[in-house]
């Protein structure tokens, strides 16, 4: 079966950097996918990874390791506005398998 | 990036009616998703919308249940029909980048109740 798997939920403090780890199985691998969604809000993309290693964007970072099935979202600097549910998504390889498989989602709650 | 709208935002409904929620994009697309999200959950892929042929639904969701349109390349209808208060939940739609990691972009999404 497919499955992807995130913690339900962090905390953190403003200023600190955190990870939110993603493990996925899936059919097939065409690129893996961090989105934010605010509470009320719709999900907003934020990074793509298809090959190995670290894609940084700002204060953002993204890692991913295909022969492990894993990647981490890296969050520095944070701020009270990182307060969020940050979904991992992997995309299948072919036909009907291109579609986006989606985690639950960690909700990230960022203290002063 | 692709501008969506959605209407309406936000609606209460009652046991057994039916209602159309709309999609515009501001430009053309191949394929349009309809997702469902329900409180406290990720998102649910209900089916995709292609211009001029029939939507391909998700497994556990049917036509009859959830009827699509796709009239042009910048619009799309989902009607939830016959609803029941399992139904409620946020309806999104959402359409593919044209490049690089082909990501997908959503709408405000449609907040349904049903009573």
């Known amino acids: 079966g497919q499955n992807i798997d995130q913690p339900t939920e962090m905390t953190a403090t403003e200023g600190a950097i955190v990870q939110i780890n993603c493990t996925y199985q899936t059919s097939g691998f065409n690129g893996l996918f961090w989105y934010q969604q605010h509470a009320g809000e719709a999900p907003t993309f934020l990074s793509y990874?298809?090959l190995d290693g670290l894609e940084e964007k700002g204060r953002f970072s993204s890692f991913l390791s295909r022969s492990k099935g894993y990647s981490y979202l890296l969050l520095k600097e944070l701020q009270m506005k990182d307060s969020a549910s940050y979904l991992c998504?992997?995309?299948?390889?072919?036909?009907?398998?291109?579609?986006?498989?989606w985690g639950l989602g960690t909700s990230l709650a960022v203290n002063p | 990036s692709a501008v969506i709208s959605q209407k309406p935002s936000r609606d209460i409904c009652q046991r057994g009616t039916s209602l159309t929620i709309q999609c515009q994009v501001d430009?053309?697309?191949?394929?349009m998703f309809w997702y469902r999200q329900q409180p406290g959950q990720s998102l649910t892929l209900i089916a995709t919308?292609?211009?001029?042929?029939?939507?391909?639904?998700e497994s556990g969701f049917v036509i009859d249940k959830f009827p699509i349109s796709r009239p042009n390349l910048t619009f799309s209808t989902l009607t939830v029909s016959n609803m029941s208060p399992e139904d409620s939940s946020i309806y999104l739609c959402?359409?593919?980048?044209?490049?690089?990691?082909?990501?997908?972009?959503f709408g405000p999404g449609t907040r349904l109740t049903v009573t």
């Open positions: 430009s053309q697309v191949t394929m």
């Open positions: 919308a292609n211009q001029g042929s029939e939507a391909t639904y």
């Open positions: 959402s359409v593919k980048s044209r490049g690089g990691s082909y990501e997908q972009y």
């Open positions: 998504a992997v995309r299948g390889n072919a036909g009907n398998n291109r579609k986006l498989i």
């Open positions: 990874n298809v």
